[in-house]
T-cell receptor, first 119, second 113 residues
Framework: GAGVSQSPSNKVTEKGKDVELRCDPISGHTALYWYRQSLGQGLEFLIYFQGNSAPDKSGLPSDRFSAERTGGSVSTLTIQRTQQEDSAVYLC?????????????????FGAGTRLSVL | GESVGLHLPTLSVQEGDNSIINCAYSNSASDYFIWYKQESGKGPQFIIDIRSNMDKRQGQRVTVLLNKTVKHLSLQIAATQPGDSAVYFCAENGADSNYQLIWGAGTKLIIKP
């Protein structure tokens, strides 16, 4: 497809289990973002990948969260030992290169998200 | 059912009327602003953007206004339709980062028939 694809769309897991969430960005987009959105809330930045540069992990809430991006394309967000407070929608977005001048844009294109429920 | 209204500001508008959604941004150094629409169960979808060297930009049925003096952004939707029902987010990008968007809390738009 032409858009950002995320899988699974829904994930129910038990407290303490590990989960992996997948994101397929738009082809040709070098930048990839993960966000978390709790019910009725805005978007919380988690991590950013750009090409071969070191990722910006400043938004990861704890060391139980990690992400990788293989081959500059597909990304996986892993949550270890899930807790109930991890329940949220996890959104992935991709974009072309980040802004390098005031004339450039930063339009991020989002997938539909993975709804994670930790019981 | 959805309970996002418990936390989100809500705007109720009669179908056919114009909607105005407001956003106060945080960083006076921000020079790029963007509006997204998020329908229930979907990811945010780009609507329109504006650079800080402009104070108004129009799209199809939407207009974004930027007032840098008071750090205020608004999204106007003309002739609101049922399909406009969604949560609307503003976001800013600026001097601190060339990729991080700073997101607003969102406003839920409800269309009354």
């Amino acid at each position: 497809g032409a858009g950002v694809s995320q899988s699974p769309s829904n994930k129910v897991t038990e407290k303490g289990k590990d989960v992996e969430l997948r994101c397929d960005p738009i082809s040709g987009h070098t930048a990839l973002y993960w966000y978390r959105q709790s019910l009725g809330q805005g978007l919380e930045f988690l991590i950013y990948f750009q090409g071969n540069s070191a990722p910006d992990k400043s938004g990861l809430p704890s060391d139980r969260f990690s992400a990788e991006r293989t081959g500059g394309s597909v990304s996986t967000l892993t949550i270890q030992r899930t807790q109930q407070e991890d329940s949220a929608v996890y959104l992935c977005a991709s974009s072309l290169v980040p802004r390098t001048s005031g004339l450039a844009k930063n339009i991020q294109y989002f997938g539909a998200g993975t709804r994670l429920s930790v019981l | 059912g959805e309970s996002v209204g418990l936390h989100l500001p809500t705007l109720s508008v009669q179908e056919g009327d114009n909607s105005i959604i407001n956003c106060a941004y945080s960083n006076s150094a921000s020079d790029y602003f963007i509006w997204y629409k998020q329908e229930s169960g979907k990811g945010p979808q780009f609507i329109i953007d504006i650079r800080s060297n402009m104070d108004k930009r129009q799209g199809q049925r939407v207009t974004v206004l930027l007032n840098k003096t008071v750090k205020h952004l608004s999204l106007q939707i003309a002739a609101t339709q049922p399909g406009d029902s969604a949560v609307y987010f503003c976001a800013e990008n600026g001097a601190d980062s060339n990729y991080q968007l700073i997101w607003g809390a969102g406003t839920k738009l409800i269309i009354k028939p």
